[in-house]
Nanobody, 124 residues
């Protein structure tokens, strides 16, 4: 059974940094693309970043380019999201999700397994 557990969220001031982690189990982590989604109150889930199974390609939504870095350690079955220069509009529940294949897609329905999420709040 696929299991994804996020950690690393918290309260941070604008301009601050956080590193999110996602521990995966129950499947062959190195065979699947992975993604980070966020859902702000009253808004739909948005794909923030995605990465192929072997980390040779990645995607970022425009609003986080240059601020966020997605990475994975296939030996540790862990996905990461390094976030810097955070803005208040980045406040959301951040969830990691397992893709359907080694290559990522952008639509949320292409991710069959999701974690419960970790809250990121950016406020002064």
């Amino acid at each position: 059974q696929d299991r994804l557990v996020e950690s690393g969220g918290g309260l941070v001031q604008p301009g601050g940094s956080l590193r999110l982690s996602c521990a995966a189990s129950g499947f062959n982590f190195d065979l699947y693309s992975m993604g980070w989604f966020r859902r702000a109150p009253g808004k739909a889930s948005e794909l923030v970043a995605a990465i192929t199974s072997n980390a040779d390609n990645s995607y970022y939504t425009d609003s986080v380019k240059g601020r966020f870095t997605i990475a994975r350690d296939n030996d540790l079955n862990t996905l990461y999201l390094e976030m810097k220069d955070l803005k208040p509009e980045y406040t959301a529940l951040y969830s990691c999700a397992k893709g359907q294949s080694p290559l990522f897609r952008l639509a949320p329905h292409s991710y069959p397994a999701w974690g419960q999420g970790t809250q990121v709040t950016v406020t002064s």
